[in-house]
């Protein structure tokens, strides 16, 4: 039996000569960058200790040239968008590079320059958290795992990143993917309708964007701005303020009850009280608006 034989799954033995990269953690060669490493843990009878370091302390580890094009890559996005750099300012090009790890980790295709600015600062907010967590150098720097060693590598890319950390990057890139869809019409998870406007289906991409609890987005919004029922109605029915622009004080629409209060309708907002259109109609008949 040899050494690598013995290599944990997803790890092999460092071939002589060669260091782990420090992003997906093959062995490779080639200039090396200092990694800071502050404590190390050590297993012990009784669990682990963490033994501060000496100041200074650090592993040196290069980078593969796969790993250097993602770095390379991740540079000339963040140089093609000025924007990003505003926005997160010194870290934009450590958090736009940590996202594309946690991409590449997860075998997807990395975006390009002309990535849509939107997308982009989606992509970061998703991705850098849990994409800094799959480099190889997190094994050693700024904390020394216990059971960690150089001497053991990578077997293939990303292949010793840790399972629930590619689970989080996992997570990330399906919500990500998810922003780029269109939005649609999606029902309440349990079915129900909107406690207020009584819709059944609400836009969205996905559902717990469509759905705040028992309310549709819609209506939740208004509620979220401190609104009642009836403002989300005057809202539906009124969506310009062409009728409250003309009115010194809003009228009471008769009989305008929330859906859960008198059930019924086809599903369409307000239908249970007769629909937006023909509501907008009544309302501005009662107050002698034109519209
Ligand atoms: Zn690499
Ligand atoms: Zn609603």
Redesign the pocket.
């Known amino acids: 039996m040899t050494t690598a034989d013995l290599a944990p799954i997803g790890f092999q033995a460092t071939p002589e000569g060669m260091t782990p990269?420090a992003?997906?953690?093959?062995p490779?060669t080639g200039p090396t960058t200092d990694y800071p490493v502050f404590s190390r843990v050590v297993a012990t009878a009784a669990g682990e200790r963490a033994d501060t370091m000496p100041k200074g302390a650090s592993v040196a580890l290069p980078?593969?040239s796969?790993?250097r094009d993602i770095e390379a890559s991740a540079a000339a996005i963040v140089a093609a968008h000025p924007g990003l750099r505003r926005a997160l300012g010194s870290v934009a090009a450590w958090q736009t590079t940590t996202a594309l790890y946690g991409l590449s980790a997860l075998g997807q295709p990395l975006p390009g320059q002309d990535i849509a600015p939107a997308r982009l600062r989606d992509l970061v907010h998703r991705l850098a958290a849990p994409g800094a967590v799959v480099a190889y150098s997190r094994r050693f720097s700024p904390v020394w795992l216990a059971d960690s060693a150089t001497k053991l590598a990578a077997r293939t890319?990303w292949s010793a990143v840790e399972l629930d950390a590619l689970a989080e990057c996992r997570a990330a890139a399906v919500e990500w993917l998810a922003d780029a869809r269109p939005a649609r019409p999606l029902a309440h998870p349990n079915g129900e309708h909107c406690a207020w406007c009584g819709t059944a289906t609400a836009m969205g991409r996905r559902t717990s964007e469509a759905w705040i609890g028992k309310l549709c987005a819609t209506c939740a919004d208004v509620q979220s701005g401190g609104g009642t029922s009836d403002d989300a109605l005057w809202q539906a029915v009124d969506p310009d303020r062409a009728i409250r622009r003309r009115m010194p004080r809003r009228p009471r629409i008769d009989g305008a009850t929330p859906w859960r209060q008198r059930r019924g309708g086809n599903g369409a907002p307000w239908s249970h009280l007769g629909g937006v259109e023909a509501l907008r109609r009544d309302v501005a008949r009662l107050v002698g608006v034109t519209l």
């Open positions: 990269c992003v997906c953690g093959i490779t980078t593969c796969d790993c890319p």
